[in-house]
């Protein structure tokens, strides 16, 4: 790490970012690997280094020290491949959605459009209250959290999804846990992995939830596989398609892999061979190809969005500057995009929120930015407002409903009439309020509920 004049750390954030002062020519330079065919598997960590985590899992249950939560039958699971070509068991049914704080805050249609497209398909799940944030952007932002506190977290969502059941009359294990935020899934993969190779960091969170009463038969209880629910869309990409009243055809949408989603423990990422060859993460291009529209490729996919955490909170300029000039800017220029796809929360709120500060500097690009979920909704037939929500986003979106043949207008006045409604006490629920039962304070029994 550089140093300062003065000794102290120099660590590129806030007052002490520097410009570089490179002529054009020379930042291209810079950047140029990003362009290269880095694509082709060769960015990844050497096969014979990399390690398949879950075979330390089983062998510690084996011994006696752990317990799995299975994805069993009853889950409906679906099998697909990573990088390496290693199955991983993806549940489709019986679901306890992790929520993720950044959506239910910022982007309120994104996880109402994923809750949408279950119901839609007849899917059991568990919306429940009784859950926390994972406290990764805590950790990852400001470096204040902990690996003992984050293990912890994980452990204790993951343990009440186990026994969430049982206040329906329901066994352990009736549902799986279903993570909606990209930070969050990163997070606990990398958590798991800590977990699994380190017998002091067992003990030191073990001691923790013995006290909350988090343990199975005294032992940790540790998730078979941590799935993102990008990969439940991915695997019932066809199901949802079928379903689709909205032509996209003409649609050309360019796609943000997050960086929490498949660069952190890329082994466990999903690669499909029916999906740009197999030669990218396959999650959201699957489901937006099977919709019919158009993935258009470009040059910076492989860029960060800008938030990076840190940049968000130390040097908000840097986020704001990239994600317009290396991520939308190029989206237009390059595929002349008319929609921007993501899986994350932090890349959905940043490339679509930062948008209006360019127009302070001319840089008037203007690029729906949505959630693979939000899009896939949308085309099949949710409303754009009640459901999808994009009037919480910054970035507009009635030149795409006009081009998917979408009376924006009409039911923006549908809409307008339904807020009059919930004013006065008429609202309506997306699902049964019994999907959203705890065990916790407050919780009433399924015959108590109306």
Avoid at 163 to 177: F, M, N, R
Avoid at 193 to 208: C, G, H, P
Avoid at 289 to 303: E, P, R
Avoid at 432 to 440: E, K, L, N, S, V
Wanted: charged share 25%.
């Amino acid at each position: 790490m550089a140093n300062n004049e003065d000794g102290s750390r120099f660590t590129g954030h806030g007052a002490e970012w520097r410009d570089a002062k490179l002529s054009q020519e020379e930042a291209k330079l810079a950047t140029a690997w990003v362009e290269q065919r880095i694509d082709k598997r060769s960015m990844l960590t050497n096969k014979s280094r990399v390690h398949d985590i879950r075979d330390e899992m089983w062998r510690l249950e084996k011994e006696g020290e752990i317990i799995v939560h299975r994805i069993g039958d009853q889950h409906d699971p679906v099998m697909a491949k990573t990088i390496y070509g290693w199955d991983k068991k993806i549940p489709t049914n019986q679901l306890w959605h992790h929520k993720s704080c950044g959506q239910c805050g910022n982007i309120p249609g994104y996880p109402t459009s994923l809750l949408w497209l279950m119901n839609m398909l007849d899917i059991r799940y568990l919306d429940e209250t009784d859950q926390t944030s994972c406290t990764a952007w805590n950790y990852h932002g400001s470096g204040i959290g902990n690996i003992v506190s984050l293990a912890a977290v994980f452990l204790r969502n993951f343990h009440q999804a186990y026994v969430s059941a049982k206040a329906e009359g329901k066994p352990e294990g009736y549902y799986y846990p279903l993570v909606h935020c990209g930070t969050s899934f990163g997070n606990y993969k990398e958590v798991r992995e800590y977990l699994l190779l380190s017998a002091e960091l067992r003990d030191q969170v073990k001691k923790i939830l013995g006290k909350l009463d988090r343990l199975i038969d005294g032992k940790l209880l540790i998730p078979e596989e941590i799935v993102h629910y990008s990969e439940w869309t991915h695997v019932m990409r066809k199901q949802i398609a079928e379903r689709q009243v909205i032509d996209a055809g003409n649609i050309r949408a360019t796609i943000h892999p997050a960086c929490h989603v498949y660069k952190m423990v890329p082994q466990d990422v999903i690669y499909d061979d029916d999906v740009l060859d197999g030669e990218r993460v396959a999650v959201s291009t699957g489901i937006i190809q099977s919709l019919g529209a158009n993935v258009i490729d470009y040059s910076t996919w492989y860029d960060c969005c800008g938030f990076g955490f840190r940049h968000i909170i130390s040097e908000r300029e840097f986020t704001r500057s990239f994600s317009i000039d290396r991520k939308i800017k190029i989206a237009v220029d390059e595929a002349n995009s008319d929609v921007m796809i993501g899986h994350d929360t932090g890349c959905i709120t940043t490339l679509d929120k930062n948008q209006w500060i360019g127009q302070a500097d001319g840089k008037n690009y203007d690029l729906p930015v949505l959630a693979d979920v939000q899009f896939a909704a949308l085309v099949c037939g949710a409303h754009p407002y009640k459901i999808v929500q994009s009037h919480w986003h910054a970035s507009s979106t009635e030149k795409l409903f006009e081009k998917l043949g979408i009376d924006w207008q009409a039911q923006k006045k549908e809409f307008e009439q339904y807020l009059k409604q919930v004013e006065a006490g008429n609202q309506e629920n997306l699902y049964d309020p019994r999907r959203r039962i705890t065990g916790g304070p407050g919780y009433q029994r399924t015959e108590q509920i109306t």
